[in-house]
């Protein structure tokens, strides 16, 4: 599997997060340490993300519902 290169973030949920484009595959890593995959996610949906103005409480409303995942 490629690795997803992940970013931080200034959050209190989220600590890294990454987006692969050709894959639709959002990748995040909680300030828990926990690594979760979300599948089939637009690309607008990472940049809405990155663009929160609470990017813990987007990730909660509207990715961690509505996608599936995978936990690494």
């Not at 290169?5 to 639709?24: F, M, N, T, W």
């Not at 979300?38 to 663009?51: G, I, K, S």
Request: proline share 6%; glycine share 4%.
């Amino acid at each position: 599997m490629i690795p997803v290169h992940r970013q931080p973030i200034e959050s209190s949920v989220l600590a890294e997060v990454g987006y692969d484009q050709k894959r639709r595959l959002l990748e995040v890593k909680l300030v828990s340490g926990a690594i979760y995959q979300y599948l089939d996610v637009p690309a607008r949906e990472f940049m809405a993300l990155l663009a929160a103005e609470s990017s813990g409480r987007y990730y909660n409303v509207s990715i961690k519902p509505n996608y599936d995942y995978r936990q690494l």
